[in-house]
């Protein structure tokens, strides 16, 4: 008769545990640093590209951290990488990783600070949380994850919360229902004066509301509540096509995934061709989503 080996059933709990938390622990991504430019002090936008809307950056001053400055270096150098499994790499440049350590790290304001000592550390924990397929995706991919910490306060919130809140009444739905496609209509084809005189003229006729507009990036139409932004622990990320033909991070904020803005630029195609059903989505977000400007 032959015996199967006694086995140590304790051990081998220890062991599948520890296995399982190693693979817990162990980063969907691997890190990658520009040591030239670690622990920086500042970056300062110096030139941008007029010719598009969104004026991105063309170049960049760095303060390095021994005090040294890089008076003129490229805004999409790469600061830090991000590499998949299958060696899909995203980067977040010199200009999209000044801007997020001087808000979100070194900022004075509360609301916009992460709960991070540097970006160092909060890359490295991006990393472990990244969804694994964001790198493989082709366009541009925006989603929030939760990084079990204070990551500030965010500044939207769904009009379904404020009703069921008591911040916005009903009568205060129905008002802004009421202008859906007017707004919708201004977003597409509006210019900023016929956009500024429609917020005056909503205040002018809705005094009591509790609802507004205002402008937001310059140009986009959106309906605001002057309600407390709320404490999270999401973090919202948007990674897009980037000037290597690679992806790299476009933003990264408190929050909850924001719906794209009804901004017809950033449904156009390369081509100048309007996407009509993805300005479509934006436009309804922004109707059942709105903007919180108080405390």
Same mark, same amino acid.
């Not at 051990?11 to 599948?16: L, Y």
């Not at 021994?66 to 490229?74: H, I, K, N, Y």
């Not at 006729?205 to 986009?220: E, I, K, M, P, Y």
């Given at each position: ?12 709990? =220890?062991?599948?545990? @520890? ?26 936008? $110096?030139? =941008? ?12 001053? =760095?303060?390095?951290?021994?005090? @040294? ?30 801007? $997020?350590?001087?808000?979100? $790290? ?5 609301? !916009? ?36 910490? %204070?990551?500030?306060?965010?500044? $939207?919130? @769904? ?27 201004? %977003? ?18 809705? !005094?009591? @509301? ?52 009804? %901004? ?10 309007? %996407? ?20």
């Amino acid at each position: 008769m032959e015996y199967e080996p006694l086995k140590n059933t304790e051990q081998d709990s =220890v062991q599948e545990q @520890s296995e399982s938390q190693a693979e817990k622990e162990s980063p969907n991504y691997e890190l990658f640093t520009n040591d030239e430019f670690i622990d920086f002090q500042r970056v300062e936008v $110096i030139s =941008v590209d007029e010719t598009k809307p969104w004026k991105p950056p063309l170049e960049v001053k =760095v303060t390095k951290a021994d005090g @040294s400055v890089e008076d003129t270096l490229d805004a999409n150098t790469p600061f830090f990488v991000f590499q998949d499994a299958e060696g899909n790499r995203m980067s977040v440049t010199a200009a999209a990783a000044g801007h $997020i350590d001087q808000l979100h $790290i070194k900022g004075e304001d509360e609301g !916009s600070k992460f709960d991070y000592d540097s970006l160092n550390e909060l890359f490295q924990d991006v990393a472990k949380k990244l969804p694994t397929e964001v790198a493989s995706q082709e366009g541009i991919s925006d989603f929030a994850i939760d990084m079990e910490r %204070n990551m500030g306060k965010e500044g $939207i919130a @769904s009009v379904a919360e404020l009703l069921a809140e008591g911040i916005l009444s009903e009568h205060d739905a129905e008002l802004l229902e009421s202008v859906r496609e007017q707004v919708q209509e201004l %977003n597409l084809q509006g210019d900023p004066e016929a956009k500024q005189a429609f917020i005056d003229q909503f205040v002018t006729d809705n !005094s009591d @509301s509790a609802v507004t507009f205002q402008l937001v990036r310059g140009s986009v139409l959106v309906p605001t509540v002057d309600a407390p932004k709320r404490d999270t622990t999401e973090l919202f990320m948007v990674f897009g096509p980037g000037a290597d033909g690679q992806k790299t991070a476009y933003t990264m904020a408190p929050g909850r995934h924001m719906p794209r803005h009804p %901004n017809p630029d950033q449904h156009k195609s390369p081509d100048g061709n309007m %996407n009509m059903d993805t300005f479509q989505e934006s436009a309804d977000a922004w109707f059942d989503t709105v903007m919180l400007t108080g405390e």
